[in-house]
């Protein structure tokens, strides 16, 4: 390839232009540094910002088409000319870099080579998080985080995955309305059971008001729960207990059977003891005593079956009461199985709640209800310098750098809007303004 030799006329023009570029570039630079004098150290501008891989350069060689091109920085932080190889630029700013470019081509290639170098794209920068268009964008010099969220589309989500959200939270509303009125229904039982347990026929139902339509009918139901439950216990007790005195006075009726025939006895036995020395003096009828001794034995037969039927009606008696207090520990028992089941229901419930609440929180921020103009964001931006990551808490007025990732954070709502469950229903305490000295009771 035969040598050039580039005339200084063009190069000094060339050099005029750049140097009033230069010029306008270190007006803006120095403007936007006192503006942001916390930032001012670390605001890049065309000429000291410093290559890296991913940016793409603009490489003039004056007279020299074949040479001029656009060119990449590899992953390895090199540029490839034609005729000349690959070129480390990474670390260098422009004027460094075209040196570099002047010094390789001047060793064998072109005499005196003029050379230009403009950056023709720099690495993109990233946002992401809760902004309405996340991705990347091209860097621009004197970007700040505010430009980049301004061309994000501003704080916030996209109006497609906005209406998802939407619904999304909609639909764990509505589970947690469930299951809070699920862990409210299961209070009340509790409060019903424990009143059945304890033999009470009223139960308080904590901080249960008359706006608490939600809840009228479940009360109402264990109300009549309970009114059936205590008057089917009296009933069948009462029929047991109704057996009593039907038994009593069987055994009454017996025992004065019993004591009939052992007077009937003692009179004949007499009988029978003179009627025998009447017989043993010749006056009486051998057969005549015979018979009045059979009498006699079938008297005491008589009162041993009497007695064998008291013995039999007590026994009755016995067993009746037993059934008492069997039909008293059957309803017990059933009380106590009712009550652990609706605590272990309680206590599923204590656990799912909390959870559900805490993805409807989520739900309804992403939806974006919440997001208040004055709500402040969380930015964080995370840079790549010397190979090494870091993240800086950022403003809108952080000036950016090619490469960087801004992430967008909002702050969950601490009180957000909450449906009816807020009150006792969803919390299981009394609603505001309102002491247990108020509590309705319920029951008969």
Same mark, same amino acid.
């Given at each position: 390839?035969?040598?050039?030799?580039?005339?200084?006329?063009?190069?000094?023009?060339?050099?005029?232009?750049?140097?009033?570029?230069?010029?306008?570039?270190?007006?803006?630079?120095?403007?936007?540094?006192?503006?942001?004098?916390?930032?001012?150290?670390?605001?890049?501008?065309?000429q000291?910002?410093?290559?890296?891989?991913?940016?793409?350069?603009?490489?003039?060689?004056?007279?020299?088409?074949?040479?001029?091109?656009?060119?990449?920085?590899?992953?390895?932080?090199?540029?490839?000319?034609?005729?000349?190889?690959?070129?480390?630029?990474?670390?260098?700013?422009?004027?460094?870099?075209?040196?570099?470019?002047?010094?390789?081509?001047?060793?064998?290639?072109?005499?005196?080579?003029?050379?230009?170098?403009?950056?023709?794209?720099?690495?993109?920068?990233?946002?992401?998080?809760?902004?309405?268009?996340?991705?990347?964008?091209?860097?621009?010099?004197?970007?700040?985080?505010?430009?980049?969220?301004?061309?994000?589309?501003?704080?916030?989500?996209?109006?497609?995955?906005?209406?998802?959200?939407?619904?999304?939270?909609?639909?764990?509303?509505?589970?947690?309305?469930?299951?809070?009125?699920?862990r409210?229904?299961?209070?009340?039982?509790?409060?019903?059971?424990?009143?059945?347990?304890?033999?009470?026929?009223?139960?308080?139902?904590?901080?249960?008001?008359?706006a608490?339509?939600?809840?009228?009918?479940?009360?109402?139901?264990?109300?009549?729960?309970?009114?059936?439950?205590?008057?089917?216990?009296?009933?069948?007790?009462?029929?047991?207990? &109704?057996?009593? !005195?039907? $038994?009593?006075?069987?055994?009454?009726?017996? =025992? +004065? #059977?019993?004591?009939?025939? *052992?007077?009937?006895?003692?009179?004949?036995?007499?009988?029978?003891?003179?009627?025998?020395?009447?017989?043993?003096?010749?006056?009486?009828?051998?057969n005549?005593?015979?018979?009045?001794?059979?009498?006699?034995?079938?008297?005491?037969?008589e009162?041993?079956?009497?007695?064998?039927?008291?013995s039999?009606?007590?026994m009755?008696?016995?067993?009746?009461?037993?059934?008492?207090?069997?039909?008293?520990?059957?309803?017990?028992?059933?009380?106590?199985?009712?009550?652990?089941?609706?605590?272990?229901?309680?206590?599923?419930?204590?656990?799912?709640?909390?959870?559900?609440?805490?993805i409807?929180?989520?739900?309804?921020q992403?939806?974006?209800?919440?997001?208040? &103009?004055?709500? !402040?964001? $969380?930015?964080?931006?995370?840079?790549?310098? =010397? +190979? #090494?990551?870091?993240?800086? *808490?950022?403003?809108?007025?952080?000036?950016?750098?090619?490469?960087?990732?801004?992430?967008?954070?909002?702050?969950?709502?601490?009180?957000?809007?909450?449906?009816?469950?807020?009150?006792?229903?969803?919390?299981?305490?009394?609603?505001?303004?309102?002491?247990?000295?108020?509590?309705?009771?319920?029951?008969?």
């Amino acid at each position: 390839m035969r040598r050039m030799s580039i005339v200084d006329g063009p190069g000094e023009r060339f050099g005029h232009r750049t140097g009033f570029r230069r010029v306008g570039w270190a007006i803006l630079i120095a403007s936007l540094a006192w503006a942001n004098p916390v930032f001012a150290d670390e605001y890049v501008g065309p000429q000291t910002y410093k290559l890296a891989a991913g940016d793409k350069i603009s490489v003039t060689v004056f007279g020299q088409a074949e040479l001029s091109r656009e060119m990449l920085v590899d992953i390895t932080g090199n540029i490839h000319i034609p005729f000349v190889g690959s070129i480390e630029v990474a670390g260098l700013n422009l004027t460094q870099c075209r040196e570099r470019i002047v010094a390789r081509l001047a060793d064998g290639i072109l005499h005196r080579p003029s050379v230009d170098v403009q950056i023709a794209e720099l690495r993109p920068v990233f946002v992401i998080g809760n902004v309405r268009s996340a991705g990347l964008q091209p860097f621009r010099f004197g970007m700040n985080v505010k430009m980049a969220l301004a061309v994000a589309g501003g704080v916030g989500t996209a109006p497609p995955v906005q209406g998802a959200a939407m619904a999304d939270y909609l639909a764990i509303e509505e589970r947690v309305r469930q299951v809070s009125l699920q862990r409210a229904s299961l209070l009340v039982r509790k409060a019903r059971l424990e009143a059945q347990r304890d033999g009470q026929a009223t139960f308080n139902v904590p901080g249960h008001g008359a706006a608490d339509s939600d809840l009228t009918e479940i009360v109402a139901i264990e109300k009549d729960i309970l009114d059936w439950q205590i008057a089917n216990r009296r009933s069948q007790l009462d029929i047991l207990e &109704a057996q009593r !005195p039907r $038994i009593m006075n069987e055994i009454n009726a017996l =025992n +004065g #059977q019993v004591a009939t025939k *052992k007077k009937q006895i003692e009179l004949v036995k007499q009988y029978t003891d003179r009627y025998s020395g009447l017989v043993k003096q010749g006056l009486g009828l051998a057969n005549l005593e015979m018979q009045l001794k059979i009498t006699e034995s079938t008297y005491e037969s008589e009162i041993w079956m009497l007695t064998a039927n008291i013995s039999r009606l007590q026994m009755d008696l016995g067993a009746m009461d037993i059934r008492i207090q069997e039909t008293e520990a059957a309803f017990k028992r059933q009380n106590l199985v009712d009550l652990q089941d609706v605590q272990d229901k309680l206590k599923q419930v204590e656990v799912t709640l909390p959870i559900l609440r805490e993805i409807r929180q989520v739900r309804l921020q992403q939806s974006g209800a919440l997001v208040a &103009a004055d709500t !402040p964001q $969380i930015i964080t931006v995370t840079r790549n310098r =010397n +190979g #090494q990551l870091s993240q800086i *808490k950022a403003s809108d007025a952080t000036p950016l750098e090619p490469g960087d990732i801004v992430e967008v954070q909002m702050p969950l709502p601490q009180n957000p809007t909450m449906s009816a469950e807020t009150t006792w229903l969803g919390l299981g305490r009394t609603a505001p303004g309102r002491d247990s000295a108020s509590l309705p009771v319920i029951g008969r």
